[in-house]
């Protein structure tokens, strides 16, 4: 039997190593630095309390995926025998809640309707924006005149090469709604001027949205709304719902870990690469690790390997490899933009929606600048199991900063 070391016990290894085990005859090894599955979509669990590092909604366009997802945590049972219509490849699908029951109450995906807003001068916005009532009263009509004209000049005299991230917005938005809702805030998330951020991120990210989709949408909206699972006529940005797992993404990830192991896989826990050997050209043929608990020590032979691990990390880990100058150099330059989050636990929100009702946002976005934080998670509107104690609100601060940050070096009290 071949042997595949896979680096990494993230969705993408994990995937890797399920696929490996059901479809061929290669057994998977996978390796990972931390004492739990879930890589960046783990759940972390607090006294009850759980935490989803970065809020992971679970949306495809491809029925594959949904269906991969599916088959280890089931639709809730309270879907049973409702017929929920998927589209897809510009086909209609109906899926059958009851298709595959699960075994196991807790072990089950939920749909989760979207709410976000934007937090912007003490007032709140719709996420994504909407041109209604509430943000001309927010704004005012000085404001709206502004990115009404700003918006018209960006249609009239776009930026023909579009290059950086600031042209890729000011083309879309114009400048005024741009300096408004998406300069300050994309550069406390990122740290580099939008203005250095090459604009293929923003092709990527807010791909084909524009004030036309907005309108659009919103007209749509007030007549009829897209109840399936993908809603594949729905800019990803505009996603109205979304699958989450009843105790967060780690749940999913942590599920398909315990089956890799049912089936014969290995994952090595607490455990981080520190080289990788072969044959000193183009193949590699055994790993090294460290257990950082017992500070065992070992070298496993391997016919594949698959790496998720930081790129820069991996290139640092070739030891006995023929790997060219300027891949060492561009790879030892990389960037990575840091993450912490403050878990709070609080008997009630200041903040209330309409008629004094409790909020329902999933996330709020902190634009104001001058707001350390980034973002706001309201963990108990993901899923209401993610709290322990009932009645009680548990809310995720996110902070972006960089391991070299005083913030990022202070202790936690």
């Not at 044959?279 to 460290?290: A, F, K």
């Amino acid at each position: 039997m071949k042997t595949a070391v896979i680096i990494g016990a993230g969705p993408a290894g994990l995937t890797a190593a399920y696929e490996l085990l059901t479809k061929t005859d290669i057994k998977p090894i996978v390796i990972e630095a931390d004492q739990q599955a879930g890589g960046l979509s783990k759940t972390i669990d607090y006294k009850g309390n759980k935490i989803d590092i970065g809020g992971h909604r679970f949306f495809s366009k491809s029925k594959k995926v949904i269906d991969w997802w599916l088959q280890f945590l089931p639709l809730d049972p309270e879907y049973k025998d409702e017929k929920l219509r998927l589209r897809y490849q510009n086909r209609d699908a109906e899926y059958i809640s009851n298709k595959k029951s699960s075994s196991d109450p807790d072990k089950i995906m939920l749909i989760r309707k979207r709410k976000s807003r934007i937090f912007y001068q003490k007032k709140f916005f719709d996420y994504p924006l909407r041109l209604n009532a509430q943000t001309f009263r927010n704004l005012g009509i000085v404001k709206m005149g502004k990115i009404g004209f700003s918006y018209l000049f960006a249609k009239l005299a776009p930026h023909r090469k579009e290059e950086t991230l600031e042209q890729f917005f000011k083309n879309r938005f114009g400048n005024e709604l741009y300096l408004t809702f998406f300069k300050d805030y994309t550069e406390k998330v990122w740290g580099v001027p939008c203005s250095e951020i090459p604009a293929a991120w923003g092709q990527q990210r807010v791909k084909n949205l524009n004030i036309g989709k907005v309108i659009g949408h919103a007209l749509r909206s007030a007549f009829t709304s897209d109840k399936s699972i993908q809603q594949k006529e729905t800019a990803t940005s505009l996603i109205e719902q979304f699958l989450y797992p009843k105790y967060g993404p780690g749940q999913l990830w942590e599920t398909v870990g315990d089956e890799i192991i049912k089936r014969g896989g290995i994952i090595l826990y607490n455990t981080i690469v520190t080289g990788l050997t072969g044959n000193g050209i183009d193949e590699l043929s055994s790993v090294q690790m460290r257990n950082h608990i017992t500070g065992e020590i070992k070298s496993i032979a391997a016919d594949y390997v698959l790496s998720t691990m930081p790129v820069k990390d991996l290139a640092k880990g070739l030891t006995n490899m023929q790997v060219p100058a300027e891949v060492i150099k561009t790879a030892s330059a990389l960037q990575y933009r840091d993450f912490l989050i403050t878990g709070i636990l609080t008997t009630d929100l200041t903040i209330k929606d309409k008629d004094n009702a409790p909020v329902t946002d999933n996330w709020i976005y902190i634009q104001d600048k001058n707001v350390k934080a980034g973002r706001l998670q309201l963990f108990h509107n993901w899923s209401p199991y993610m709290i322990n104690q009932q009645g009680y609100s548990w809310i995720g601060v996110e902070y972006f900063c960089n391991e070299t940050d005083t913030f990022w070096q202070s202790d936690d009290s």
